[in-house]
Each structure stands twice: as C-alpha cells, then as structure tokens.
C-alpha cells in the first residue's frame, strides 16, 4: 500500500505563486504514475497535471504555461509549481498514485486564491 503526504497549500493573492508537494511511501514498485488533480465547490474533481508514460507531461488546457509538474531524482516526489494563480483555480488539490494494484489519493490540500 501506498501512503500519500501532500503540503504546500495555503492563501495566496491573485497573480502569486505556490508550490506543491505530494510524497510517495510504502511499497513501490516500477511502472506507476503520479498526478495532480483539484476539485472546487459544487465541482467534479479534475485532472491538472500528470506523468504520463516515459516522462511526458500532460495538462488542462486552463493551466497551460502557468502550472508545472516535477518530480524529485527518486522519482516518488512530485511538485506542483503554480504561477500567475487566478481565482478560479481555488480547489483543493489531490495527489493521485497509480500502479497495477489501483490508485491511491492524497489526503488533499487547500489552495485559496483571493485578495
């Protein structure tokens, strides 16, 4: 089972910066993925960014050139490097892990964005 440590949230002005962590733990294996949801008020939860196989990188639309996702050498830390934040992107932000035996989430961390 895989254990999930996400930090980094927290209140922030429009236009401003944040940096997310999500740590992986437990028994990991090879061929897994890692990736950065959110979900808003009333909404459904969202893809943001994602590894996808061999190290491509994919994102929403609505973060593209805002929002990067990184990951550490050992490969079971990503970050969520988010620039230039708008209102709308308040949500709380999940970490997803994913391998053969399912996915496993983060316990979420809350990114308000607001003057």
């Known amino acids: 089972q895989v254990q999930l440590v996400e930090s980094g949230g927290g209140l922030v002005q429009p236009g401003g910066s944040l940096r997310l962590s999500c740590a992986a733990s437990?028994?990991?294996?090879?061929?897994?993925?890692m990736a950065w949801y959110r979900q808003a008020p009333g909404k459904r939860r969202e893809l943001v960014a994602a590894?996808?196989?061999?190290?491509?990188?994919n994102y929403a639309d609505s973060v593209k050139g805002r929002f990067t996702i990184s990951r550490d050498n050992a490969k079971t830390t990503v970050y969520l490097q988010m620039n230039s934040l708008k209102p709308e992107d308040t949500a709380v932000y999940y970490c997803?892990?994913?391998?053969?035996?399912?996915?496993?989430w983060g316990q979420g961390t809350q990114v308000t964005v607001s003057s």
């Open positions: 590894f996808a196989g061999g190290g491509i990188t």
């Open positions: 437990g028994r990991i294996f090879s061929g897994y993925a």
């Open positions: 997803k892990f994913s391998d053969y035996r399912g996915d496993s």
